[in-house]
């Protein structure tokens, strides 16, 4: 049904805002005159009415060394006064901040109030381990509000935190310990997943366990927090527990004054080469654009507003939509631990109607996969209090958006498809609710005070609606700061391209249609984006061919109805292991081995064994064949392969 509305009805379809949400809106269309008018005047202006500054800036944006940003450089912050403490002293401290729900349905209520003393503890102890400014602490934990309350500790102290997706192996984590040089590393004895313990301390065990290479270990202490009570190891002098130490701290703690430009945090994401990097966010800016995004975009009105925001903290989207972005408005959020789909296909949907949840933010795979299930699943609970839904992290298909709307919105709710980054801190391009006149599949417009464009390879604007790729034309004030240690791999990630320009290089191709709306077209590099995660086809291959059994292995991301791209991994197998094994067996291990090194979600839809990879004469893999053979199309064009013969040789064994 949806299917053939989507047909019929192409992508004309408008929706324009309710002269309902319109009167009610937070954002004005004076927005966009004021930013063109005066771009900097216009973050300025941001910055002081939703942020206090210990110390006002006078400077806006310091572009005098590029690519190297700063913003607000001579004003002083706290980040987590701002997210704390001001709204208790503003009188809100009896305000709910989270509505915690554990996987197992336990439930904790934290008022602004607690949450600060929490924070202000944590502070404490950070401090009393020797953690300091510029110190960077690791965060690896599930979805819960100590979490939370790490991240803020650590920024209030002015250190740097660097969360880890509780789903990474211990081998992700180490390297990222490594990489950081961190000195604390905040975990759990576990969490809980689908109605299990799946523990963690074991890993950052294993993560920190002697290497023999005589490597310097940076980390001193490890801060467990007790949560499935799992029976863990235990490291005398370098473990300590959470509830020993934390309530025992005193809750007093004033939150000093850092520049600007203090960083706040590193994030791993995956790029085009096996390392991931250490995306750098800085404090004044990020916060800017984090709070102004969130009340923009999702139209809040903290005094009544409940958000919800699906997104793991280990994910960019959980730093800036559950952390910072709601913090920092003083809003009222839902943190939730567990599935979507455990113990019954309705969970998201009954906690919707128990906390009464009325702007609502995730990814499209999700809404994919509630899709298949059915709308009788979400029509069984009370969906009324939503008022606004939000989608990020991969292209939304039009039919889903259209189900996001009429299932789960009532058919009322206005869609904000928000574009952005890792690097980019946040939101970058999205209607705005109330005001833009929305489009299913199309993110639509860069955000007042962000210039989007789409060139050529050369820089030049496309300016009909072929595609190109997609640009930022001026630097933002949450726009990432480098890639930790390595200044040069920054400047030629994201700048060498477009040099000439001065323009930040997204790594996306886009279009822009005849209303001069964009449409993201994903990935133009070797980076997949599986479920909304990103993940590089070099640090998968570089996992593979660390297998004993593997000769050599090729990765790409083919495209997937639920997931919206797959990896599907071409490996050749060294002849001594065919002779022992069955390809099947091998293929099999392989998966489980590339999750084990990597994490659950980089392991491989499909492993084909097969005899040969498809390379030109200068020995570089063609994936855009092994693309055609995953998605099961004609194999296009092979002249430029060393030995033509190849890709129908795969092809058979694929088969
Ligand atoms: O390809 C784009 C896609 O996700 C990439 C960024 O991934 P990550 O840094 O993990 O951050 C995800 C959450 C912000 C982008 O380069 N992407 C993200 N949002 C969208 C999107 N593609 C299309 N539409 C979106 N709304």
Same mark, same amino acid.
């Given at each position: ?16 805002p309710s002269a309902e949400f319109a009167a009610q809106a937070v954002a004005q269309p004076a927005l ?11 973050? %300025? ?22 690519p190297f940003a700063k913003w607000f450089d001579d004003g002083e912050i706290n980040v987590a006064y701002?997210?704390? #403490?001001?709204?208790?002293?503003? /009188? ?37 381990? /020797?953690?300091?400014?510029? #110190? ?18 650590? %920024? ?7 969360? *880890? ?34 523990? &963690? ?13 005589g490597e310097q270990k940076t980390v001193e202490h490890v801060l467990v927090v007790r949560r499935t ?159 606004? &839904? ?54 639509? $417009?860069? &955000? ?5 464009? *789409? ?16 640009? *930022? ?44 709306? &964009? ?134 064994? $694929?088969?």
């Amino acid at each position: 049904m949806s299917s053939q509305i989507d047909h019929l009805l192409d992508e004309s379809r408008h929706f324009p805002p309710s002269a309902e949400f319109a009167a009610q809106a937070v954002a004005q269309p004076a927005l966009y005159e004021h930013a063109a008018a005066d771009r900097e005047g216009f973050w %300025a202006d941001q910055s002081r009415e939703l942020l206090h500054w210990h110390t006002p800036f006078t400077q806006v944006l310091d572009w005098s060394t590029p690519p190297f940003a700063k913003w607000f450089d001579d004003g002083e912050i706290n980040v987590a006064y701002n997210c704390l #403490d001001r709204h208790v002293e503003a /009188g809100n401290g009896d305000r709910v901040a989270l509505f915690f729900e554990g996987e197992p349905g336990d439930q904790r209520r934290i008022t602004y109030a607690e949450l600060t003393d929490e924070v202000k503890r944590v502070a404490n102890v950070l401090t009393e381990m /020797g953690v300091g400014q510029g #110190d960077r602490v690791a965060i690896y934990l599930p979805m819960i509000p100590e979490a939370v309350a790490s991240m803020l500790a650590v %920024a209030r102290i002015g250190a740097i935190h660097s969360v *880890v997706f509780g789903g990474f192996s211990a081998d992700s984590l180490r390297s990222r310990i490594d990489d950081a040089g961190a000195k604390v590393v905040i975990t759990a004895d576990g969490g809980f997943r689908k109605g299990r313990v799946s523990p &963690l301390k074991p890993a950052v065990d294993q993560a920190l366990a002697d290497r023999g290479d005589g490597e310097q270990k940076t980390v001193e202490h490890v801060l467990v927090v007790r949560r499935t009570e799992n029976e863990v190891e235990w490291a005398e002098g370098r473990d300590v527990w959470w509830h020993d130490v934390v309530p025992a701290a005193s809750a007093e703690h004033t939150a000093e004054a850092f520049p600007a430009e203090n960083p706040l945090f590193i994030l791993y994401t995956s790029g085009t080469t096996g390392k991931p990097k250490g995306i750098l966010h800085t404090s004044g800016g990020y916060l800017t654009q984090a709070a102004y995004t969130h009340k923009n975009v999702f139209d809040l009105k903290p005094e009544t507003d409940v958000f919800w925001c699906t997104a793991d903290i280990g994910w960019i989207t959980g730093h800036s939509y559950v952390t910072y972005g709601p913090l920092a408005n003083g809003a009222t959020q839902v943190l939730f631990e567990g599935t979507p789909d455990s113990p019954h296909p309705g969970r998201w949907w009954e906690l919707i109607e128990r906390y009464g949840v009325t702007i609502f933010y995730t990814a499209p795979t999700a809404i994919r996969s509630f899709m298949k299930i059915g709308r009788s699943v979400p029509q069984q609970f009370d969906l009324s209090s939503l008022r606004l &839904l939000g989608s990020v992290g991969e292209p939304i298909n039009p039919e889903a958006w259209m189900w996001y709307r009429e299932v789960i919105g009532g058919d009322k709710t206005p869609i904000v498809d928000t574009w952005w980054q890792t690097e980019t801190g946040a939101i970058m391009v999205s209607p705005l609710p109330g005001v833009t006149s929305t489009k299913p599949g199309s993110a639509q $417009v860069a &955000l007042p005070g962000i210039s989007i464009d *789409v060139v050529d390879e050369s820089g030049t604007p496309i300016r009909d609606e072929s595609g190109g790729l997609l640009v *930022v034309t001026e630097p933002w004030p949450s726009m990432l700061r480098g890639i930790w240690g390595d200044p040069e791999r920054f400047k030629e990630t994201y700048w060498e391209k477009f040099e000439a320009q001065g323009y930040y290089f997204a790594g996306d191709g886009a279009r822009h249609d005849e209303d001069g709306d &964009l449409w993201l077209l994903g990935r133009v590099d070797d980076v997949m984006n599986v479920s909304g995660h990103r993940l590089s086809t070099a640090e998968i291959e570089s996992s593979l061919v660390a297998h004993e059994a593997t000769a050599e292995a090729a990765v790409v991301g083919a495209s997937d109805e639920t997931t919206g791209q797959a990896v599907v991994a071409f490996v050749i197998l060294k002849e001594s292991y065919l002779a022992e094994h069955t390809p099947e067996g091998l293929a099999q291990q392989l998966r489980l081995w590339v999750g084990e090194q990597i994490g659950p979600i980089a392991r491989p839809r499909d492993v084909y064994i097969v005899g040969e990879l498809p390379k030109t004469r200068s020995g570089k893999i063609m994936r855009r064949l092994l693309r055609d053979v995953a998605e099961g199309r004609e194999v296009g064009d092979t002249t430029t392969l060393a030995d033509t013969a190849v890709m129908s040789i795969i092809s058979a064994q $694929v088969k």
